[in-house]
């Protein structure tokens, strides 16, 4: 993978860098969500698992269309909308002193993020060159996880994991983001606004209908729900789990270490995985991604010493690393280039699997207790391997279509 940095736009770095401090902002508090409302709002880990859930069921539903919209009336409104709304949103949780305005205001946060996501990711394909696509996708990634290395370290020490402070100060970033990018938008006033008049014309049913139809971005799409069904159950199911287990004390601090440890090895093994993985079919990284996120379900609910967990992180963040770095990459190159944004917006429809896990696990937890881990994780674990088909049949797809282009 050549390095472009010359050619990335400076809009790309806006993005890049928002996305450093709003990660680290964010992760002082959303991961340690589920445990402040057990701790401290005295919620069940159904109730908690709810309030998680509910984040990714909106955006579940309003991620294909956040994504299709910035198709027609352009991406500077939606990223405004969804980065002012992030404002509001964190302004509130910091507000917020009983369970059901949790429950409101995550729901109003998995709207921003469904708005927010697809479209810049379709911004970034917009104005990058093909050849430094992956690059920048993978800068972005990169500065998703050197955020959430920061983010956690930094709330325990100001002890925002206790304290509405780690919204506030969320809110405060994402008003400077925002400016930031008003101030970017007004600069490179040729970038950001409404697609073409073919697009518009394209209603919403219609998107819908030319995404569905695609085989090859179905299979892809089921195959990570799954994927992220398994990856979701670290900041959810295995949060709770770290605070009720039987078997480990201060649960919530090895939580936080776990986090960090989590984005420290996304740093060092990212850019060398992704090299290595380009060499093959795009489908197979996720399929190894997929059962390594599975075995590290294993080693949590087999093992109860902090070494064995810190093992499973290693090994669970390997796998993330295979499912995740390259799925931009292979979902602009499978859109059409006037629904990039609609693709996008289509694939957030994977989030179905971040709805899934802390609802299962927080069943799980609730009907078999937290001293049943060997029993809740292999089921998870499970769960997380019937993507693998799915990912299969994707393989099949894309080599059966560049078998027909090469003849």
Request: hydrophobic fraction near 55%; aromatic fraction near 14%; proline fraction near 3%.
């Amino acid at each position: 993978m050549k390095l472009h940095l010359k050619q990335i736009h400076p809009l790309c770095w806006t993005i890049i860098a928002g996305t450093i401090f709003g990660r680290m902002a964010t992760s002082m508090s959303i991961p340690f969500l589920s445990i402040y409302l057990i701790r401290f709002l005295h919620a069940t880990p159904a109730e908690a698992g709810m309030v998680v859930a509910v984040s990714s069921l909106i955006g579940v539903f309003a991620s294909f269309y956040g994504g299709y919209i910035s198709d027609v009336i352009g991406r500077k409104a939606v990223l405004f909308i969804s980065v002012f709304g992030w404002v509001l949103v964190f302004f509130g949780f910091a507000a917020a002193d009983r369970i059901w305005l949790f429950f409101i205001m995550n729901a109003l946060n998995g709207l921003c993020r469904a708005m927010f996501e697809p479209t810049s990711r379709a911004l970034l394909a917009d104005i990058t060159s093909r050849e430094s696509k992956l690059l920048v996708f993978n800068l972005r990634y990169a500065a998703i996880n050197i955020g959430v290395v920061i983010g956690p370290l930094l709330g325990m020490w100001l002890g925002t994991t206790q304290s509405g402070l780690g919204f506030l100060i969320a809110g405060i970033v994402y008003l400077s983001y925002g400016v930031v990018l008003v101030v970017q938008f007004f600069v490179h006033r040729e970038i950001g606004g409404a697609k073409s008049s073919g697009s518009e014309r394209l209603t919403l049913s219609e998107a819908f209908r030319v995404t569905g139809k695609d085989r090859t971005f179905m299979y892809v799409l089921i195959g990570m729900i799954f994927c992220v069904l398994g990856y979701g159950h670290f900041d959810s199911t295995l949060a709770q789990y770290m605070e009720m287990s039987p078997y480990v004390t201060d649960g919530a601090k090895w939580f936080g270490y776990m986090i960090s440890l989590n984005a420290v090895v996304v740093l060092i093994v990212q850019f060398p995985i992704v090299r290595f993985a380009s060499r093959f079919s795009p489908a197979l990284p996720l399929i190894t991604g997929n059962l390594l996120v599975a075995i590290s379900m294993l080693v949590f609910g087999s093992f109860h010493q902090i070494w064995s967990f810190m093992l499973g992180v290693i090994i669970f963040t390997v796998g993330e690393v295979l499912m995740f770095t390259m799925t931009d990459v292979l979902v602009d190159r499978i859109a059409k280039p006037d629904l990039r944004g609609t693709y996008f917006g289509m694939f957030g429809f994977n989030n179905l699997g971040n709805v899934m896990a802390p609802l299962l696990g927080g069943l799980l937890l609730n009907s078999l207790g937290a001293a049943s881990a060997t029993l809740i994780f292999a089921i998870l674990a499970l769960t997380t391997v019937c993507g693998i088909p799915f990912l299969l049949g994707a393989h099949r797809q894309l080599q059966r279509t560049i078998g027909d282009t090469e003849a």
